[in-house]
C-alpha cells in the first residue's frame, strides 16, 4: 500500500521547535520531489518547503526560510521538516506529498494540485 504518514505536530509555544517527518511506505520517496504544504482555517494551502530527489536542494517559502529546514533520509525513506522559532501565524495542518513537485523557488505558490501522494496531516499550534 502506498501511503505517506505525518507525525510530530502538536502545541508549542511562540519561539519553539518542532520537527515532523513524513515516513512512507510502497513509495521510494528519493525517487521524487517532495514538498511540504499547510492549510491554515480559513486560508488556501501554499507550499512551505520541498527537497530535490536528484540533490536534495531545499527551496522555502519566504515566510519560513531561515527558520524551517526540510532534510531527507532516504535509508529511512523519510523526509524531515524541522521548524524553530515557531509563530503563531505558522498555525496550520501540515501535509507532506510527493510527486509532481515543482521544487523552486516559486514553491509558495504551488498549492499541490498535481501530486499523487499525500499524507493524512499534522496539526500543528503555536500559542501562549
Known amino acids: 500500500q502506498e501511503q505517506l504518514v505525518e507525525s510530530g505536530g502538536g502545541l508549542v509555544q511562540p519561539g519553539g521547535s518542532l520537527r515532523l517527518a513524513c515516513a512512507a511506505s510502497g513509495i521510494r520517496l528519493r525517487l521524487y520531489n517532495i514538498g511540504w504544504f499547510r492549510e491554515a482555517p480559513g486560508k488556501e494551502r501554499e507550499g512551505v518547503s520541498c527537497?530535490?530527489?536528484?540533490?536534495?536542494?531545499?527551496y522555502y517559502t519566504a515566510s519560513v526560510k531561515g527558520r524551517f529546514t526540510t532534510s531527507r533520509d532516504n535509508a529511512d525513506n523519510t523526509v524531515y521538516l524541522q521548524m524553530t522559532n515557531l509563530k503563531p501565524e505558522d498555525t496550520a495542518v501540515y501535509y507532506c506529498?510527493?510527486?509532481?513537485?515543482?521544487?523552486?523557488?516559486?514553491?509558495?505558490?504551488?498549492?499541490?494540485?498535481?501530486?499523487?501522494?499525500w499524507g493524512q496531516g499534522t496539526q500543528i499550534t503555536v500559542s501562549s
Open positions: 527537497i530535490t530527489s536528484i540533490n536534495s536542494t531545499t
Open positions: 506529498a510527493a510527486d509532481l513537485i515543482p521544487c523552486g523557488p516559486a514553491i509558495g505558490t504551488y498549492r499541490g494540485q498535481f501530486s499523487r501522494y
